[in-house]
């Protein structure tokens, strides 16, 4: 089992910044992959972006590249998703999610096995 909790969602202008952060606790942290999914509303779920089990890989979705990093901290068993240039497109409940099972970033949702409450960040323009 591994337990989820995000932090660091809240209100920003658009062309700021947010550092979202997910503390795991259970399970090995290292030994799970890591990703970022968000909904908006309206929307099916989509993924952001995830990073290996070491931290040396990472892979984001088109939309968010160039002004998102996702990196990780394994002493700390702590993900983060730097969030920066932030467009009101960006609104959404942000997942943090742990994949099990895998050993490489992955997009696929079917991947996860564990999943934070989510974190609102809303974009105003």
């Known amino acids: 089992q591994v337990q989820l909790v995000e932090s660091g969602g809240g209100l920003v202008q658009a062309g700021g910044s947010l550092r979202l952060s997910c503390a795991a606790s259970?399970?090995?942290?290292?030994?799970?992959?890591m990703g970022w999914f968000r909904q908006a509303p309206g929307k099916e779920r989509e993924f952001v972006a995830s990073i290996t089990l070491g931290g040396d890989s990472t892979y984001s979705t088109d939309s968010v590249k160039g002004r998102f990093t996702i990196s990780r901290d394994n002493a700390k068993n702590t993900v983060y998703l730097q969030m920066n240039s932030l467009k009101p497109e960006d609104t959404a409940v942000y997942y943090c999610?742990?994949?099990?099972?895998?050993?490489?970033?992955?997009?696929?949702?079917?991947?996860?096995?564990?999943w934070g409450q989510g974190t609102q960040v809303t974009v105003s323009s």
């Open positions: 259970g399970r090995t942290f290292r030994s799970v992959v």
């Open positions: 999610a742990a994949g099990a099972f895998s050993s490489w970033y992955t997009q696929y949702e079917r991947e996860y096995d564990y």
